[in-house]
């Protein structure tokens, strides 16, 4: 096993999967130890944009539900979150049930307006690799929908919300980005809150 992988799992074991009194008792990623059980999840590590657009490009050709690609010397988070968003416009706009979620080490908990992940210690300052978990964008959304009516989602600031949940549920019906932007809407706004935060909710730490 790779070192980045055995440092994932155990990232998933020690953080993501540990129950949280904020998340009404849920963990993090309440579907992390169950996609480990089945073996539902596979890597590709330090393989780069190349090795991710590959990633893309091969994902109905297997059954795992997540790839996971990580990389050790992460690209800076404006432009692998910028590609990531880009990706996933493009993808609701043709329809394909796929969906980007990116982890950056350089925004934490806090940065991401999920203050109580860090004060209940459930991220890893350890863990300094830039990560994008690419799966089903229905399966998501359908886990978001579940999750919301458990109240999982009840001390989420409305912004973070908004990205997490929200957005990317207007993806799955086909409403990305593009055609927010044709509408009007605030784009400038929404580009400026979401250099904040990311997808993934922030739950690795800055490197000290």
Known sequence: ??????????????????????????????????AWAENKVTFSINTHLEGLIDVIKNFDTHDYDIV????????????LDGFCDGVNEALSLVGKDMHLMVFHPDYDATEAG????DDQGIT??????AMVFVQKLSLLDDASISLEKSGYYKNF???????????????????GMMKKKMM????????????????GGGMMKKKK
Do not use: T
């Open 68 to 79: 996971v690609w990580a990389e050790e010397d992460p690209y800076e988070m404006e432009y």
């Open 1 to 34: 096993m790779h070192r980045v992988e055995s440092d994932i799992r155990k990232w998933s074991n020690n953080f993501l999967e540990i129950p949280n009194v904020k998340l009404n008792g849920l963990p993090p990623c309440p579907y992390a130890k169950k």
């Open 124 to 129: 890893d300052e350890n863990l300094y690799y």
């Open 184 to 199: 009007g809407g605030g784009m400038a706004k929404m580009a400026k809150k979401k250099k904040k935060m990311m997808r």
């Open 114 to 117: 999920l203050d109580f992940l």
């Open 157 to 175: 600031p409305k912004d973070v919300y908004q990205s997490l949940v929200i957005d990317r549920r207007r993806l799955r019906n086909g409403g």
